[in-house]
């Protein structure tokens, strides 16, 4: 399904490129690529029946793409922290003077950290279908302590960067900007802090609303990570891996 899926897709853009009359293209794929079994068979296929050749990013050049695309969003702070979270884990990344790009990734991330919020800290069955709301008060420092746990995990060359004066932390990936600045930092554009937060979780763990129990997740394991780290606010940027293809030149090539 995913191969007669692909194939029309590029077929689509081959047809595009013919229209256009481009006499080159490039084609960046990421994760989904990369963790099919099959990729190699795909990109072959691909390739014959279209003419286009396909380049799967590693994770590594995953991550320096991703760093560089949201730092041109960070109006050149001189010290620029981004932070991602996806469904099954998070990482941040800081531009160490030396090594270059330097990224800590953790296992959980959206859909994991609701599941473990629903299993371990509620006790409910596996694939429980109901809301994660209402939450108790002992429930929500559990959420919480969990989500400290994690970030407790950061290496000491990122907190140190986090405690710098002129800090400035840029948050990227579909928690942020369709989870949290939709349902949560709406009414404050693109800034988040641990009042927003706070806010929004007092006012929905008593809820039994089903469709905001990812967002109160979110909330919580975001505020987890900001008190433990002391993060004091952050700026939520609308760039994505489509715009880091565009914005990092090496992908030309």
């Known amino acids: 399904c995913m191969l007669k899926k692909a194939q029309d897709l590029f077929q689509k853009l081959r047809t595009r490129q013919e229209h256009f009359k481009a006499t080159k293209v490039r084609a960046i794929a990421t994760d989904t690529f990369r963790e099919a079994h099959n990729a190699e068979e795909l990109v072959q296929k691909i390739r014959r029946t279209t003419g286009i050749d396909i380049r ?7 991550d320096r793409m991703d760093f560089f695309s949201a730092l041109t969003a960070t109006d050149n702070a001189e010290t620029p922290v981004v932070w991602d979270i996806g469904k099954e884990s998070f990482q941040l990344i800081i531009a160490d003077p030396e090594a270059g790009p330097f990224a800590h990734k953790g296992e959980f991330g959206s859909v994991n950290f609701m599941e473990y919020l629903k299993e371990v800290v509620q006790n409910k069955p596996a694939k429980f279908s109901g809301s994660l709301s209402p939450i108790s008060t002992k429930e929500l420092d559990a959420a919480i302590s969990f989500a400290k746990y994690l970030a407790r995990r950061t290496p000491s060359i990122i907190r140190r960067e986090l405690k710098k004066e002129k800090v400035q932390i840029t948050a990227i990936g579909s ?63 609308d760039h994505n891996s489509t715009l880091g293809m565009l914005e990092f030149p090496i992908l030309w090539h």
């Open 56 to 62: 799967i990013l590693s994770l590594e050049e995953e």
């Open 175 to 237: 928690v942020f900007q369709e989870s949290i600045a939709v349902d949560i930092a709406i009414n404050n554009g693109k800034l988040l802090d641990k009042g927003i937060l706070k806010k929004y979780i007092q006012e929905q763990i008593l809820t039994t609303n089903q469709e905001n129990d990812l967002s109160l997740s979110n909330a919580i394991l975001v505020l987890g990570f900001m008190e433990e780290l002391e993060i004091k606010r952050l700026n939520i940027s």
